[in-house]
């Protein structure tokens, strides 16, 4: 076993993924979480791939199906997502993209039954991160850096267990191993300000080669002297003061620039008033401050779900599974209601014909059948291949379910998930989402 294969797979193995209970492997198809992905396995923990598609370019899918076919030679369950509806231009993009992301995997990690998120950051991405937080002039806690763990939602703990590793040494991996992995071209889009740093690295290596490590050597130390400073009472220093504003105003999903800390001090001493910030706002009342989160516009309905073929697909919090023939649940004829089915939410103007009766709009069958208002924003409804609704939540089965049934195929819709041993062979196909962001992160920055 090589120099390289040991680094990476002793990374995995360090004690930061947990032993027994699944995990799932963030891969995107790049060198280092197909690296990740591989050495989750080879370790013998119990790794789940999950796959965000984020629908920008046209190859994506194709590159869904490459993170899909390495889950398969591997034996590990396969989890992805696509998401569609990402509309801003430049900075506002990647910052859309990384937020959607992050979402999709609390969503898919729920689906695996896990609650680890293991991501492939390595130490090149520290020291990225490091020097770009440098050059926009961020303060103490943003220079320690990317965090090696971290909450990523309630009851999922982000991780990242490559951070020691270099990325050479990711991809060294892969060519060692024989694994195929994809170039994203955003790396070296000129529009992203991280690409630009990528660019001036070989020139930035000149002055010290060792510079990757030493920034990322840097993050390290910064992070732990933050963790002693914000283990001390903030009373007893106004540099401690900012540091403990700026974390719970983080807590709260609240990002404040130095300027605002400052504004802050100001109201604590004065006693009582508000301060906008970036994702939120400040409201100081008897020398105590509360943050709260500005609304999010975002009108994201469950994600829709491409059905191919029997098998079993996460949706949402809930579980299709499609059997070949009779079986337990509702028997539809494919010959009248053709795969690929899709499952999907109401849309305006769907219109529906239960068997026996006329084709009406949905939203007036649901009145008829007195479906409360409330609940319909997230019944399911199915479709077939030509596009036809065959199935809606509520109300009576169509035609496809009715009379003689040539070539049975039966779907039951569950109100929970399985547990994580369950195969699923889920593709989510489209994600309406707002791209407006709450936050103030620069474009290429990762989070905490």
């Known amino acids: 076993m090589g120099t390289v294969t040991e680094s990476v797979e002793q990374a995995v193995a360090s004690g930061l993924l947990p032993r027994g209970e699944p995990v799932l492997v963030a891969c995107s198809g790049g060198a280092d979480s197909v690296a990740l992905a591989v050495a989750v396995q080879r370790c013998g923990l119990r790794g789940a791939i999950g796959h965000v598609d984020h629908a920008l370019r046209p190859e994506s899918a194709r590159e869904a199906d490459q993170v899909a076919a390495l889950s398969v030679r591997l034996g590990a369950p396969f989890f992805v997502e696509r998401l569609e509806g990402l509309r801003t231009r430049g900075p506002g993009l990647e910052a859309a993209a990384r937020e959607a992301r992050y979402s999709a995997l609390v969503r898919l990690a729920r689906a695996a039954g896990a609650r680890v998120v293991a991501t492939a950051h390595t130490r090149r991405d520290q020291a990225e991160t490091l020097l770009l937080r440098l050059i926009r002039g961020a303060g103490p806690t943003a220079l320690a850096g990317i965090r090696r763990r971290r909450p990523l939602a309630a009851r999922i703990e982000l991780v990242r267990p490559l951070l020691d590793v270099s990325r050479e040494e990711t991809e060294i991996y892969c060519r060692q191993n024989r694994l195929s ?46 963790e002693v400073l914000e283990s001390l009472p903030p009373e007893s220093h106004p540099a401690l003061q900012r540091r403990a504003l700026l974390k719970h105003a983080v807590e709260a999903g609240v990002h404040p620039e130095r300027m605002h800390l400052e504004q802050l001090i100001a109201l604590l001493a004065k006693g009582r008033g508000q301060l906008d910030l970036p994702g939120g706002r400040a409201t100081v009342r008897d020398g105590a ?25 996460a949706w949402s919090s809930r579980e299709l599974e499609v059997t070949a023939g009779r079986g337990e649940g509702l028997v539809v004829d494919l010959s009248r209601a053709p795969f690929p089915w899709t499952l999907r939410t109401h849309r305006p103007g769907d219109r529906f014909r239960p068997a026996g009766g006329r084709t009406k709009k949905v939203s007036d069958l649901w009145i008829d059948a007195r479906v409360p208002r409330e609940e319909r924003a997230s019944m399911a409804l199915l479709e077939d291949g030509q596009g036809r609704l065959f199935w809606v939540e509520g109300l009576r089965p169509g035609e496809p379910a009715r009379g003689d049934i040539a070539h049975p195929a039966t779907f039951r819709l569950r109100p929970e998930m399985k547990p994580f041993d369950a195969r699923l062979t889920s593709r989510r196909k489209s994600v309406p989402r707002s791209a407006t962001m709450t936050r103030s992160r620069k474009a290429d920055e990762e989070p905490r």
Do not use: C, F, I, M
């Open 181 to 226: 992995y994809v170039e994203d071209p955003h790396n070296t889009d000129p529009a992203r300000l991280r690409a630009r740093l990528r660019k001036l690295w070989p020139q930035l290596l000149e002055l010290n080669p060792r510079l990757e490590a030493a920034l990322a050597g840097a993050a390290a130390l910064l992070a732990e002297e933050n």
């Open 289 to 313: 401050v509360e943050y709260g989160r500005q609304p999010v516009a975002d009108s994201r309905q469950p994600a829709s779900l491409a059905v191919a073929r029997p098998g079993r697909y």
